[in-house]
Structure formats: structure tokens, C-alpha cells
Nanobody
Framework: QLVESGGGLVQAGGSLRLSCTASGRPISSSYAMGWFRQAPGKESEFVAGISWDTVDTYYGDSVKGRFTISRNRPENTLYLQMNNLKPEDTADYYC?????????????????????WGQGTQVTVSS
């Protein structure tokens, strides 16, 4: 139902823009959405979250100031602009959609709060 794209190989300091679109059954644009990532051998990590109306955005500590989450509600597309990438950003990135419209940082960071998940897109940052 959610399909990510935009991953790839980039050198440290470079940028990538990930996209997430609904495929098949549409995900309501009234839901909050988020990005998570998982590196090999590591636990899943919250990257960023955004409320349905884009008013509230939240970021994981490791990406603050470098990543920007946004969404285009009419097109039902979620984005993650990643700048100044570091080798430690290497991971599979997943978008997710909740069944609620907005929440606080604790809610946004909780994987269990999301009902829909994409298959992931791989990001590799070389040093």
C-alpha cells in the first residue's frame, strides 16, 4: 500500500530525497505519517514524523538539522529530504502511515502506532 523510492548510493556530504506514495488502496491524507530506518544488525530507528496537516514535524536526534520531512496531501505523497548524509545514515528506510491525524513525539516515535508500512528503500552512504 505504501511504496518508497529515491534510495541509492551517495557519497558522504551528499543528498537524497526519498518519496513514499500510496499504491492500490489509498492511505488517507488525514493520517499522520513517518519515516523509520533500520541498519544491518541494528534496531529500527525513528527518523521523522509529520502530522496530517503538516503543522507538526518531529525528528530523531541523529538527523535533526539535516533531514526534512514533508508531504503533498493532494498527491498523497510523503517525502524525506536528506542533506549532509553520513555513513551512519546507511540503512533501509521505511515510510509508515498511522490511523490517527497527529500526536506528540512519543507517539510519533512508536512503531506500534503505525498501521501501514512500505517495503523499504535502501540508502548507502560511502565515506
Amino acid at each position: 500500500q505504501l511504496v518508497e523510492s529515491g534510495g541509492g548510493l551517495v557519497q558522504a556530504g551528499g543528498s537524497l530525497r526519498l518519496s513514499c506514495t500510496a499504491s492500490g488502496r489509498p492511505i488517507s491524507s488525514s493520517y499522520a505519517m513517518g519515516w523509520f530506518r533500520q541498519a544491518p544488525g541494528k534496531e529500527s530507528e525513528f527518523v521523522a514524523g509529520i502530522s496530517w496537516d503538516t503543522v507538526d514535524t518531529y525528528y530523531g536526534d541523529s538527523v535533526k538539522g539535516r533531514f526534512t520531512i514533508s508531504r503533498n496531501r493532494p498527491e498523497n505523497t510523503l517525502y524525506l529530504q536528506m542533506n549532509n548524509l553520513k555513513p551512519e545514515d546507511t540503512a533501509d528506510y521505511y515510510c509508515a502511515a498511522a490511523l490517527w491525524s497527529s500526536g506528540n513525539i512519543a507517539t510519533m516515535r512508536d512503531r506500534d502506532e503505525y498501521a501501514y508500512w512500505g517495503q523499504g528503500t535502501q540508502v548507502t552512504v560511502s565515506s
